[in-house]
């Protein structure tokens, strides 16, 4: 395999997630992830979208927020991958409710390897969504050919650390639920972890 990839990368950046459940046994009760592209034909940006209740087909109080600086790739990133990723494929609907905000600012604080904080606020709404990740874990790297990754038409690069616990925040409240122990690539892993350096590279 040639060491070079010569196909479009579609982006690169960091995108780490949180899926959470109230029952271990029962479906997931959140999806949760963060997206800080580095490059793209949307250029730059970032956002942190949070879907409470991702498989109810009406809920008024559930969460289904994307807080954005830049919503032309936030809708690109909805539509062309989110949509794809395994857990959301079910949320469908859920995503066709995703309320867009955007005018977030953003700030990462980090105790490393012990939590990371990724926070987006609008001061336009008084809305803070938090994703907090604690006790990281080893990273290792991974590369999926098309077949394996998430939107089939994609080779996928990442450096994954998968953390043992996990909260989502909501204007400092934390929404009900933590992750789980779940089949992850090779392993067994959280449900919640960081994914830097993720690239996206057209298929052949």
Not at 61 to 86: I, S
């Amino acid at each position: 395999m040639s060491s070079v990839r010569t196909t479009k990368v579609d982006w690169t950046g960091d995108n780490p997630f949180i899926y959470m459940k109230k029952d271990p046994a029962g479906d997931w009760t959140s999806l949760s992830t963060y997206f800080r592209i580095a490059a793209s034909d949307y250029g730059r940006g970032e956002a942190i979208i949070v879907l409470e209740n991702p498989y109810g087909n009406e809920s008024d109080q559930a969460v289904r927020k994307c807080l954005t600086n830049n919503l032309e790739l936030a809708r690109y990133l909805v539509k062309d991958f989110v949509r794809h990723f395994g857990l959301f494929r079910p949320a469908q609907e859920a995503l066709d409710q995703l309320e867009y905000v955007v005018d977030a600012s953003f700030t990462t604080e980090a105790d490393y390897p012990k939590k990371q904080v990724c926070t987006a606020h609008s001061a336009a709404t008084n809305t803070t969504l938090s994703l907090v990740w604690n006790d990281l874990g080893k990273p290792f790297a991974v590369v999926l050919t098309p077949e394996e990754s998430q939107t089939g038409k994609h080779e996928m690069l990442a450096v994954f650390q998968t953390a043992e616990s996990a909260q989502v925040l909501v204007n400092g409240t934390a929404i009900e639920g933590q992750p789980i122990e779940r089949d992850f690539l090779n392993g067994r892993a959280q449900s919640a972890a960081l994914a830097n350096s993720e690239s996206w590279v057209r298929a052949k």
